[in-house]
């Protein structure tokens, strides 16, 4: 093989690495029969979430997780695959891609992920896909939060009454 070769690919594994140890969730899925409209319309779904899709040779996106340490992921790339990235949030390519999955005759299968540099297998990127978002997880929290303390003030105004 020309060294020329050799060394572009290894530029676009370097590329790859790089951006999968940027990205908060990386999640490999099959795509296989969906017509190129379909695919478009996922690709426009997920930049609306805040994720990018990216069609890559099996073998560079390969050696990028291995480089990466995401040895688990590597069985992964076998037949027509694409990778969701993104950078902030670790729910949304789980999400998106489950809620296409799950639509009438699609052809979308979620094969395998890394969540903040976890390996997850399909059953937990699964659950992952039904969190709510992280503002409404947040809102939740403080929610509760706000009620207890709310029923803390209310018992110690009880006890300061009842002393009186």
């Known amino acids: 093989m020309k060294e020329s070769i050799l060394l572009a690919k290894q530029n676009e594994v370097a590329k790859v690495a790089e951006k999968m140890k940027n990205s908060a969730a990386v999640v490999a899925f099959k795509y296989q029969g969906l017509t190129v409209e379909a695919f478009q319309n996922l690709r426009k779904q997920m930049r609306e979430n805040g994720c ?3 069609v890559l040779k099996n073998n560079i996106s390969s050696r990028a997780a291995k480089e990466c340490g995401y040895d688990g992921l590597c069985d ?17 390519p789980a999400k998106v891609l489950f809620k296409v999955a799950d639509a009438e005759n699609s052809k ?3 094969i395998k992920g ?5 390996i ?13 978002s992280y503002e409404t997880l947040l809102t939740q ?8 303390l709310n029923q803390l003030a209310i018992g110690l105004n009880m006890l300061v009454e009842k002393e009186q």
Do not use: C, H, R, Y
């Not at 890394?114 to 976890?118: A, H």
């Not at 997850?120 to 709510?132: C, V």
């Not at 929290?141 to 207890?148: D, I, R």
């Open 114 to 118: 890394v969540v903040d540099g976890d």
């Open 141 to 148: 929290l403080a929610a509760g939060m706000l009620g207890t």
């Open 76 to 92: 992964a790339f076998a037949g027509p695959v694409a990778v969701a990235f993104s950078a902030n949030d670790v729910v949304a």
């Open 120 to 132: 997850f297998g399909f059953d937990q990127l699964k659950t992952l896909s039904q969190l709510p």
């Open 52 to 54: 990018e899709i990216s």
């Open 108 to 110: 979308v299968e979620v």
